[in-house]
């Protein structure tokens, strides 16, 4: 069945740093890439997406970039502060199912003050 | 425009119980999921529903299981609670247009606590 997978599972970064997040996904057929933010004790929120028509989106700190070839998209936050602490996880929507969103496993980032 | 609302947002069961959570999705969409999250742990699916129809199932026992109403309202309900049900239960919203590019929104979760 369709899967995504997410690297790392966690990552702790010095604050001003920047920090990565990588996600590959199998079903070949997918278009849209959403990413959540989880903080302590709340629901993952929305923070950024993209869509299979373009390569890259930016918004302020945080940009997401798509390799539809390679099946690749990844989560770029730069000047990392400490609140940005929290797990993020990325998703793929599939075709199938009436379009059902499969999500990565998660990653917690630390951002250390 | 109202969030996704879950309630109740805390409780505690006993062993053997039920428990019924409730969703309210954002107005205007037709999809609702359920998922389980235990601590530290990734979003574990366990049902979709569209207008009033289960459209995908996780790999969780019957003893889950869940319903939407012509309003869009979602119930899931655990019957004979085991500890290891214990997890944030999040549900989410989806307008589901037919085409792709269904942002999910979550709501805040309902933390169920089975003692």
């Known amino acids: 069945g369709e899967n995504v997978e997410q690297h790392p599972s966690t990552l702790s970064v010095q604050e001003g740093d920047s920090a990565v997040i990588k996600c590959t996904y199998s079903d070949s057929a997918s278009n849209y890439f959403p990413w959540y933010k989880q903080e302590l004790g709340k629901g993952p929120q929305l923070i950024i997406d993209i869509r299979s028509n373009v390569g890259e989106k930016k918004d302020q700190r945080i940009a997401v970039t798509l390799n539809k070839t390679a099946k690749h998209f990844s989560l770029h936050i730069t000047e990392t502060q400490p609140e940005d602490s929290a797990v993020y996880f990325c998703?793929?929507?599939?075709?199938?199912?009436?379009?059902?969103?499969?999500f990565g496993a998660g990653t917690r980032l630390f951002v250390k003050a | 425009k109202a969030g996704v609302t879950q309630t109740p947002r805390y409780l505690i069961k006993t062993r053997g119980q039920q428990v019924t959570l409730s969703c309210s999705p954002i107005s205007g969409h037709r999809s609702v999921s359920w998922y389980q999250q235990t601590p530290g742990q990734g979003l574990q699916f366990l049902f979709e529903?569209?207008?009033?129809?289960?459209?995908n199932k996780g790999n969780f026992p019957g003893r889950f299981s869940g319903r939407q109403f012509s309003n869009s309202r979602s119930e899931m309900n655990v019957s004979t609670l085991e500890l290891g049900d214990s997890a944030l239960y999040l549900c989410?919203?989806?307008?589901?247009?037919?085409?792709?590019?269904?942002?999910?929104?979550f709501g805040e979760g309902s933390w169920l606590t089975v003692v």
């Open positions: 989410a919203s989806s307008r589901k247009t037919g085409i792709s590019g269904n942002t999910i929104y």
């Open positions: 998703a793929a929507e599939g075709l199938g199912g009436g379009f059902k969103t499969i």
């Open positions: 529903y569209f207008s009033e129809t289960q459209r």
